[in-house]
């Protein structure tokens, strides 16, 4: 893909990854695998399509506050609006789609399922981004993350009667959903980079979010029941945490990391989101491990490392939106 002199030019002066920076990345990796979690407790007390709305107001409010504070002048023009519009309908699926399937399977198989999502824009942007081709090594991750989605949607048929009654269990319709919703993250990202010639990256990612939370609320309100609402503590942290904690220190974070480092040396930190995702699930939900949900674990993690980690010869231009849920 040909870059402006201007982008290699910012891209010289990128810093070699440091141990700070890069247990930074890790962090953001490990809060971005939590995401599951935190939605599935703020879902024990909120309808799914109204969570993802409540959820995509709050960071959307973070993530203004985080542009007015770094200047970024956030008024649209009028040619901008069609692609932000674009972009907050798929945004609007998806999320609706995730958090569908947040109620209807594990927060581990969540967290794997939708991580595969890395592994699944180059093979959209093959067909989809001109010069933008698939590689055998691009195509060895893309095979790792297909093996991985079949050892975990085969762990959720070979489940045992003890591993159904778990208080998250794992089914192949919520399952097949967020897989579904992972696909949609795939498009939209591979849309972004197709339209962002015409809007800026920040204005990009802030309005599509506030768009897509206004349908959200608006959906939910025309399908959810909102009078039995009984939100308690851990309800409440947990939308708190995939709403601030994700779309405000995350964005912040991985925003400020890509300014300094190589986006290929970070990018590849992503492997860790879907192993700690398991984690979390085990941890805190009391989600069954098997050792087919560990292996494919393990195999979009490989694929993950394998589609993102680029030759510097090939260094990517970084962008302002984080690929993660």
């Known amino acids: 893909m040909n870059h402006s002199p201007a982008q290699f030019d910012a891209a ?22 939590g ?20 959820r995509f107001l709050l960071g959307g409010i973070v993530i203004a506050l985080w542009f007015l504070a770094r200047g970024v002048p956030l008024r649209v023009p009028r040619h901008e609006w069609r692609p932000i519009l674009v972009t907050g309908g798929i945004v609007w699926l998806q999320i609706a789609l995730f958090h569908w399937g947040v109620g209807l399977t594990s927060s581990s198989h969540t967290s794997v399922l939708i991580g595969t999502n890395p592994l699944w824009i180059p093979l959209l942007a093959h067909f989809c981004l001109p010069g933008d081709r698939l590689s055998l090594r691009k195509i060895l991750g893309v095979l790792a993350a297909t093996a991985g989605v079949v050892l975990v949607m085969g762990s959720t048929a070979a489940a045992t009667d003890s591993q159904q009654h778990q208080l998250d269990p794992a089914t192949l319709l ?6 579904a919703s992972a696909w949609l993250l795939t498009a939209k990202i591979v849309y972004n980079k197709a339209v962002l010639h015409a809007v800026h990256p920040a204005r990009l990612v802030l309005w599509s979010n506030l768009a897509a939370a206004a349908a959200l609320l608006l959906t939910s309100a025309c399908l959810e029941p909102w009078s ?51 984690v979390f699930g085990w941890l805190l939900r009391g989600d069954a491990i098997s050792a087919w949900l560990l292996w494919g674990a393990v195999a979009v993690a490989a694929g993950i490392v394998l589609v993102t980690r680029e030759p510097a010869a090939e260094e990517p231009i970084p962008e302002v939106q984080p690929s993660a849920e």
């Open 12 to 33: 010289r002066h990128l810093r070699p990854l440091t141990l700070p920076a890069g247990l930074l990345a890790l962090l953001c990796a490990a809060l971005w695998g």
């Open 35 to 54: 995401v599951a979690v935190g939605s599935s407790y703020a879902q024990d007390a909120f309808p799914p399509v109204l969570t993802g709305g409540l």
């Open 174 to 179: 919520g399952d097949a959903v967020v897989l």
């Open 228 to 278: 039995n609402l009984r939100p308690d503590g851990p309800a409440l942290a947990g939308l708190f945490y995939a709403g601030a904690v994700i779309s405000g220190f995350c964005f912040a974070a991985w925003s400020w990391l890509l300014q300094r480092h190589r986006a290929s040396q970070l990018s590849v930190f992503g492997f860790a989101q879907p192993l700690f995702g398991v």
